[in-house]
Every structure is written in C-alpha cells, then in structure tokens.
C-alpha cells in the first residue's frame, strides 16, 4: 500500500511535461488506446489488433509512465497486463488507479485485462477485477476478434445511457 501512494503521489506531483500529452494533435473524433504489456512478443500481437481497430496508440514503459500518461489523457481503450510492473498480479498499480478513478470517467474507458489466470470473455472475472473483458494469453492470437466484441457489446450496452446524459446536457 504504501509503494502505492508512492507511486501515484510521485506521479501526480511531478512536474509538468508535453511528452506525457502523447495526442495533443488528434482530432476530437480520433479513438486512443494505451497498450501496458511487457512481454513484447505479445505486445505486439496487441498493438497489430489495436491499431487495425482504428486506435490510436501509446505503449508504457512501466507503471510510472502509464500513470503519467493517463494524467492528461483519457484513453478509450487500456489494455494491461495484470502483471505489467509487478511481480504480484492483485498488487498492480495501473489497475489500482484504474479502480479509484470516478464513475463518470471511469465508464469512459474500456479496459481489457491480459492474464494467465482468467479465461477469455470470463464476466465474473472482469467484473471482480473491475474491468471490461478478460483476454487469456492463450487465446493472444485472437486478440484483434476478443476486443473488437469486447468494445462493440460494451457501446451496445452503454449507448442508450450516454445518449440520455448527452440530452439532459451531462456527456
């Protein structure tokens, strides 16, 4: 817990930097994705799918750099490792922040968890971790199909909520 606030005190009272505002010159219509993977074989698997998807994308480094890159950006698409900077998968620091951060934001951003421990598209699963869909590394070679049903049933279930806040002028 401790090297928790750490981390994210560190990042938050860290100076300012352009280069953690990676997309500064894309259009508002323009769809972004943060890839947290360490493995790079897989990350890029991950990162072929992704941008065949239309997004636009930042890879993190570590949990520092993911944390300050989501400082000024709200990614549409997070895809991260539940071991990305940790030895320990329930102690990861990306998705601590991912769960701390507001409904109204959090509900913005579809987050896809890679793990060995999980089955693909397993909803229990997701939902105890807090996160949209599960992706087992085993099924990495169809990452691309995962998420594309992933995104596309969770903007099938989101839609009629944003458009109702978007009527009574709150999106």
């Known amino acids: 817990m401790e090297e928790e606030k750490t981390l994210l005190d560190l990042v938050d009272s860290s100076a300012y930097d352009a280069a953690d505002k990676p997309f500064d010159f894309v259009e508002a219509e323009g769809e972004t ?3 947290c993977e360490s493995d790079p074989a897989i990350a890029e698997k ?7 998807l239309g997004y636009m994308i930042t890879e993190a480094g570590s949990a520092k ?3 300050k ?4 950006h709200t990614y549409d698409v997070v895809v991260l490792d539940e071991r990305f900077d940790t030895a320990a998968p329930d102690e990861n620091d990306v998705l601590r922040y991912l769960e701390s951060l507001s ?3 959090r509900r913005d951003i579809f987050v896809a968890l890679v793990s060995e421990r999980f089955r693909s598209m ?4 997701a ?7 599960v992706i087992n590394t085993k099924n990495i070679d169809d990452v691309e199909t995962i998420l594309k049903r992933g995104v ?9 909520f944003k458009e109702t806040l978007k009527k009574m002028g709150k999106g």
């Open 69 to 72: 890159k989501m400082r000024f």
């Open 103 to 105: 409904m109204v934001t």
């Open 33 to 35: 994705a943060l890839i």
């Open 127 to 133: 939902f105890n971790k807090s996160v949209n869909l």
């Open 46 to 52: 991950i990162s072929a799918a992704v941008k065949s």
């Open 65 to 67: 750099d993911a944390l």
């Open 152 to 160: 596309s049933e969770n903007n099938a279930f989101y839609r009629v």
């Open 122 to 125: 397993d909803n229990m699963a």
